[in-house]
C-alpha cells in the first residue's frame, strides 16, 4: 500500500526516486506551478522553455518525465498538467486532486517520490493525499503474482515550514478518505462469488471491531422473524441468504444522526426477469451503494466527527431459481405494504424499502440512499454523473451541493408526481415497475413511498458513476471509483457543522 507523509525540506534536499512537480498553462506556454521553485532553480532557470520545446502545455492529465538536474537528490523529474490557474497561479482543488492522482499512476512501481505541488493550505493538501491515494489504487488480488506490480511506495508532500500544520491536518483527512474511497472500491471489485451478503455482513463486523462501530447483522431468520419481505423476496432465489446489516457511529457530543442506506446486491443476474448476455456479466457493482455507505460510516469514525451516522446495508443476491420471486408475486414489505412484483430485475427499489422503513424507525434527522439503482439514469447522465432525487428541493440541492464540494459530479433530478400512477397496481398497493421513460424518476417515486413522513430524504442514483469501464484518467481507475463516498463524508460534515439547514424542519 502507498504511505503519505509531510516533509518541510525542499526538494532539493529530499532524497527521493522522483520529484513531481505541476505546471500550469498559460498564453506564454507552461509555467512552474508554485512549489516548484527549488527544481526550477536546479535547471537554472530554463524549466518553463524545456517543458515548452518538450510539447507539454500543461493541460490536465498530461505528464512529462525529465532526467533530474544536478542538484536534486532524486533520478527523475516527473511534471503533471494541472490546467489553467485559477487564483495567483494556484489551481482548482479538483485539478490538484486529478494531478496527484495522474502522478501516482504514472509513478507505479517507483519507491519514494517527493511531491512538489502548490499545497499551502489543508484544503490543497488534503487534495493532494486524496488524489494521490485514489491515484495509487490498483486491484490486483486475483492476478498472478509477477502481474502485480507494485503501486508508488511513498508520496512525500513537501510543504513550507509556516503551513506545516495545516498541511499534516489536510493530508490526515485526505488519507482517512482516500483509504476508506479505496475500502469501497474493493468491495465494489471484488466478484460476486467471493463477496456474498454473509461474507459482506463479516467484512463489516471485522471493521465495526477495529473502529469501535455499532454492528448488528439480521440474517435470514431475522429477516423472517421481523417479516422483512422486500429483502427476502429479493434474496430467495439464491443459495446464499440475505442480510440486513445496521452499522452505526455516534460520537459522544453529537446532536444530529444521519442515516444512509445502500443498495447491497452483491450480484444482480435479474432474476427470473433473468438480464440478457452482455449485461449480466456487469453486475457483481450492483453493491456499490453499500460499499459507499459501509465505507463513509468507517471514514466518519476515523475523523471522529460530531455527528452520528448509521449505514444500513440491504445486501442480497437476485438469482432465478426454483425458489425464485416470480413476475406477478406479491410481496409484503417491512412495515406491511404490497408489492406487486411486476420484474423480478427491479429489485434494489424492494431490497431498499425495506431498509428505508427501517432505518426511519430510528428517526434520524435525515435519510439518504444511494444505489446502483436504475439503466436509466446512467443513459441520462453517463458514467461521470449520478442523479440526486428528494421530495424535498431544497435538500436535494444540499446534497447536490456537497457532491461538488467533495469532488464528485452530481445532478439533480425531478420526482414529478404524474409519473407515480403508473406504479398502481390492480392487486397490491403498489407495483414494484410502471412508465419506462423517465425511469430512474420511476423508482426514486416508488423508494419515496417507504420514506416516513417528517424525514427528510434524498436519493442517489449512482448506476453510472459507480464502475469505470475505459482507460484510467484523473485519480479514477478502471472498476470500481468508490462514486459517492465523499459525498457522503461530506454530508455527515455538514450535518456536524450544523449546516444542513433542512435537518429537523419537519418535525
Ligand atoms: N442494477 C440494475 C441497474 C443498473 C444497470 C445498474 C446498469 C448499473 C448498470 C437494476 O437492478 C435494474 O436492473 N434496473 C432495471 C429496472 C427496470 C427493470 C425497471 C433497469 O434499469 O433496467
Ligand atoms: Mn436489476
Ligand atoms: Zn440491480
Not at 499551502?120 to 488534503?126: G, S
Not at 456499490?288 to 460530531?306: E, H, I, P, T, W
Not at 448509521?310 to 442480497?316: E, N, S
Not at 425458489?323 to 409484503?332: E, I, N, Q
Request: aromatic share 4%; glycine share 14%; proline share 6%.
Amino acid at each position: 500500500m502507498t504511505t503519505l507523509a509531510v516533509a518541510d525540506s525542499t526538494a532539493a534536499a529530499l532524497p527521493a526516486d522522483c520529484v513531481v512537480i505541476g505546471v500550469v498553462t498559460s498564453p506564454g506556454g507552461p509555467v512552474p506551478a508554485p512549489g516548484a521553485e527549488a527544481v526550477s532553480e536546479a535547471f537554472g532557470g530554463g524549466l518553463a522553455a524545456t517543458l515548452g520545446s518538450l510539447g507539454m502545455t500543461g493541460a490536465e492529465g498530461e505528464t512529462l518525465k525529465l532526467p533530474a538536474p544536478a542538484g536534486l537528490k532524486a533520478e527523475m523529474v516527473l511534471a503533471v498538467g494541472l490546467g489553467e490557474a485559477a487564483d495567483g497561479g494556484l489551481p482548482a482543488t479538483e485539478a490538484l486532486r486529478r494531478a496527484a492522482g495522474v502522478a501516482a499512476r504514472v509513478l507505479t512501481g517507483t519507491g519514494r517520490a517527493a511531491l512538489a505541488l502548490p499545497v499551502a493550505t489543508a484544503e490543497a493538501a488534503e487534495a493532494v493525499a486524496l488524489g494521490g491515494l485514489l491515484g495509487a489504487y490498483a486491484f490486483t488480488a486475483y492476478r498472478a503474482p509477477g502481474d502485480r506490480e507494485a503501486p508508488v511506495g511513498e508520496l512525500v508532500i513537501l510543504a513550507a515550514e509556516e503551513v506545516r500544520e495545516e498541511v499534516a491536518a489536510g493530508v490526515r483527512r485526505g488519507t482517512v478518505i482516500g483509504v476508506e474511497t479505496n475500502r469501497s472500491r474493493d468491495l465494489v471489485n471484488m466478484p460476486a462469488n467471493h463477496l456474498t451478503p454473509e461474507i459482506f455482513a463479516a467484512t463489516v463486523r471485522t471493521a465495526g471491531e477495529e473502529y469501535g462501530l455499532d454492528v448488528e447483522v439480521f440474517d435470514e431468520r431475522a429477516l423472517a422473524e421481523k417479516s422483512f419481505g422486500g429483502i427476502l423476496g429479493v434474496g430467495q432465489g439464491s443459495v446464499r441468504p440475505p442480510r440486513l446489516v445496521r452499522v452505526a457511529y455516534r460520537h459522544p457530543a453529537a446532536r444530529t444522526t444521519l442515516a444512509f442506506v445502500g443498495k447491497g446486491i452483491t450480484y444482480d443476474s435479474g432474476g427470473i426477469s433473468l438480464k440478457p448476455v452482455g449485461f449480466n456479466e456487469i453486475m457483481k457493482r450492483d453493491m456499490s451503494g453499500a460499499a459507499a455507505v459501509f465505507a463513509a460510516v468507517v471514514a466518519a469514525a476515523r475523523l471522529g466527527l460530531r455527528v452520528g451516522v448509521t449505514g444500513w446495508l440491504a445486501l442480497a443476491e437476485n438469482m432465478p431459481s426454483g425458489s425464485a420471486t416470480k413476475p406477478g408475486d406479491v410481496l409484503r414489505m417491512y412495515g406491511g405494504k404490497t408489492v406487486e412484483v411486476l420484474n423480478t430485475d427491479a429489485e434494489g427499489r424492494l431490497v431498499l424499502a425495506d431498509a428505508l422503513v427501517r432505518a426511519g424507525e430510528e428517526e434520524p434527522d435525515a435519510l439518504v440512499d444511494v444505489a446502483t439503482l436504475t439503466a436509466a439514469m446512467k443513459m441520462a447522465l453517463g458514467h461521470r454523473i449520478f442523479g440526486v432525487m428528494s421530495g424535498d428541493d431544497a435538500f436535494r440541492d444540499q446534497v447536490v451541493d456537497a457532491a461538488g464540494r467533495a469532488g464528485e459530479e452530481a445532478w439533480p433530478m425531478p420526482l414529478p408526481d404524474q409519473l407515480r400512477e403508473s406504479l398502481n397496481s390492480p392487486v397490491a398497493e403498489i407495483a414494484n415497475t410502471g412508465e419506462r421513460m423517465g425511469g430512474g424518476l420511476v423508482a426514486g417515486l416508488f423508494l419515496k413511498e417507504f420514506v416516513p413522513d417528517g424525514v427528510p430524504w434524498a436519493h442517489i442514483d449512482i448506476a453510472g458513476p459507480a464502475f469505470h469501464e475505459g482507460a484510467p484518467y484523473g485519480y479514477t481507475p478502471r472498476g470500481g471509483t468508490g462514486s459517492a463516498v465523499r459525498t457522503l463524508v461530506r454530508l455527515a460534515e455538514d450535518a456536524a457543522a450544523g449546516a444542513l439547514d433542512r435537518l429537523g424542519t419537519y418535525r
